[in-house]
């Protein structure tokens, strides 16, 4: 099966993935600092900052999580399937260890244990959606069929938002973080079986071209600031920061 034929079964087991890592996304910034703010006496303002130095870690880290899946994918899928099934059991372990912290005797030892458990959260969360996005790019085909592929993981994404909303409720933190990683388990098992039912082919070229690319560019770190010398790559860019700021604001006030 080409990259152009790829089925809505296929599309949908690859999406799956997108489900628990929405766990990771907006629904920890707010349950994050309910909890601690409401258990732990630990102030809101402490864990703004915390929260905000995390986000930069994360951002500076990006770049070279590209130049990891790159690696990964030049290797073989395999690496890139092992890969996903080691960062999604630190994921779900440094998210079960968040939600349930040890005793301290300060507000300020929670909010260094808040620091380490989301650092390792969205290192782990970035390095799976990093290498689950990038295999979109690489199966090819029009807009028609990216899009479906793309309808499936989004659609995914917003159903795992509602769970990791509704979940703590239901089940407790405990048994949320459980439900994540059987959900990230069955989300990588989902993926790889998307991957061995249709051509390797255009994956096998993309691979190549990877590789290529990544060993005449190398890893040299002042390449990364490339894409802000296009005019459409900025302005692109500018749209994800006004995106950004008006997906925070309502998380950060619904908790007052």
């Known amino acids: 099966?080409?990259?152009?034929?790829?089925?809505?079964?296929?599309?949908?087991?690859?999406?799956?993935?997108?489900?628990?890592?929405?766990?990771?996304?907006?629904?920890?910034?707010?349950?994050?600092?309910?909890?601690?703010?409401?258990?732990?006496?630990?102030?809101?303002?402490?864990?703004?900052?915390?929260?905000?130095?995390?986000?930069?870690?994360?951002?500076?880290?990006?770049?070279?999580?590209?130049?990891?899946?790159?690696?990964?994918?030049?290797?073989?899928?395999?690496?890139?399937?092992?890969?996903?099934?080691?960062?999604?059991?630190?994921?779900?372990?440094?998210?079960?260890?968040?939600?349930?912290?040890?005793?301290?005797?300060?507000?300020?030892?929670?909010?260094?244990?808040?620091?380490?458990?989301?650092?390792?959260?969205?290192?782990?969360?970035?390095?799976?959606?990093?290498?689950?996005?990038?295999?979109?790019?690489?199966?090819?085909?029009?807009a028609a069929q990216q899009s479906r592929v793309l309808a499936w993981r989004e659609g995914s994404g917003l159903w795992g938002v509602v769970l990791a909303a509704m979940l703590p409720l239901w089940l407790g933190w405990s048994l949320n973080a459980l439900v994540l990683g059987v959900l990230l388990l069955l989300g990588v098992i989902s993926w790889r079986f998307a991957w061995t039912h249709h051509s390797t082919a255009t994956t096998a070229r993309a691979s190549k071209a990877s590789e290529t690319t990544t060993d005449s560019q190398g890893y040299q770190v002042f390449g990364l600031f490339e894409p802000f010398q296009k005019k459409q790559f900025s302005k692109l860019l500018l749209i994800f920061v006004v995106n950004g700021i008006a997906s925070a604001v309502p998380a950060s006030l619904v908790l007052f």
């Open 1 to 142: 099966m080409s990259a152009l034929g790829i089925l809505h079964r296929h599309a949908a087991a690859y999406g799956l993935l997108a489900m628990p890592l929405a766990f990771v996304a907006l629904p920890m910034y707010v349950n994050v600092p309910h909890l601690y703010a409401t258990q732990y006496a630990v102030p809101l303002s402490l864990l703004g900052i915390v929260l905000l130095l995390t986000r930069l870690i994360d951002a500076l880290t990006d770049p070279f999580i590209g130049r990891f899946s790159d690696w990964l994918y030049a290797k073989s899928m395999h690496a890139v399937v092992v890969a996903a099934l080691i960062f999604s059991a630190i994921l779900a372990v440094s998210f079960a260890a968040l939600f349930n912290p040890p005793a301290w005797g300060s507000s300020s030892a929670y909010a260094m244990w808040v620091a380490v458990c989301v650092t390792a959260c969205h290192l782990c969360y970035s390095v799976l959606c990093i290498v689950h996005q990038a295999w979109v790019t690489r199966l090819g085909g029009t």
